[in-house]
């Protein structure tokens, strides 16, 4: 079955500090990977993707993940955060493109001043 | 203008009442869905189509039901709200090949 777990549903770090949510995920075949963000009280934008060329991918404002086959992960990164940051992000994955999406739970990311 | 519009924004309603958010879209893609989404849930697949004449029910269809009435339109209903149902709803579109979602802006529904 498919799944797809954020090991965080919070993490809190200083602006400025780097930022790691952390992202795991089964899937039967070689899947595509998503991250999505959603500030408070607005809707799902699409940070980044993955769908099968380079393992590390950039997305939107400074974010970017390494896929990494071995470890079924694909965890998001950024060097410096800042408060604009603050949202809640989610981990989606898709067997293939004739799937549903599954979607993580969730991370809220709080960034202290 | 906005890729995917929903309406109404807001929604407050009381239970056993028959509700409708539409749902449309300006980019022309085949792929529609709708969510609802609940604290501490992430996103939940009602129903989704690809294209008019195929609907699908996802994970949790049960009380919902949809209209595909043209390739830019997608309507969710509830025919009797309940409070559980109280819940962020969320519209998305993709293209034919899949892949990545684009959301509306959200319709917070209430029932009371």
């Known amino acids: 079955a498919q799944s797809v777990t954020q090991l965080d549903s919070h993490v809190s770090v200083s602006e400025g500090t780097p930022v790691l949510l952390r992202c795991n995920y089964s899937?039967?075949?070689?899947?595509?990977l998503f991250w999505y963000v959603q500030h408070p009280n607005k809707g799902l934008q699409l940070l980044l993707k993955y769908t099968s060329a380079a393992t590390l991918v950039k997305g939107i404002n400074g974010f970017e993940a390494e896929f990494k086959k071995s470890e079924t992960s694909f965890h998001l990164t950024k060097p410096s955060a800042h408060m604009s940051d603050a949202a809640e992000y989610f981990c989606?994955?898709?067997?293939?493109?004739?799937?549903?999406?599954?979607w993580g739970a969730g991370t809220k990311l709080i960034i202290k001043p | 203008d906005a890729d995917v519009t929903q309406t109404p924004r807001n929604r407050i309603t009381k239970t056993g009442k028959r509700i409708m958010l539409e749902c449309s879209q300006t980019k022309g893609h085949d792929r529609m869905y709708w969510y609802r989404q609940d604290p501490g849930l992430g996103l939940r697949l009602i129903y989704y189509?690809?294209?008019?004449?195929?609907?699908n029910k996802g994970e949790i269809s049960d009380g919902y039901s949809v209209s595909r009435q043209a390739q830019a339109k997608f309507s969710l209903s509830l025919e009797s709200a309940i409070p559980n149902q109280t819940a962020l709803y969320f519209c998305a579109i993709a293209p034919t090949s899949g892949g990545a979602q684009f959301f509306g802006p959200g319709t917070r529904l209430t029932v009371l």
């Open positions: 899937s039967s075949y070689s899947p595509s």
């Open positions: 189509s690809f294209d008019v004449k195929d609907i």
């Open positions: 989606v994955v898709s067997p293939d493109s004739n799937y549903q999406l599954i």
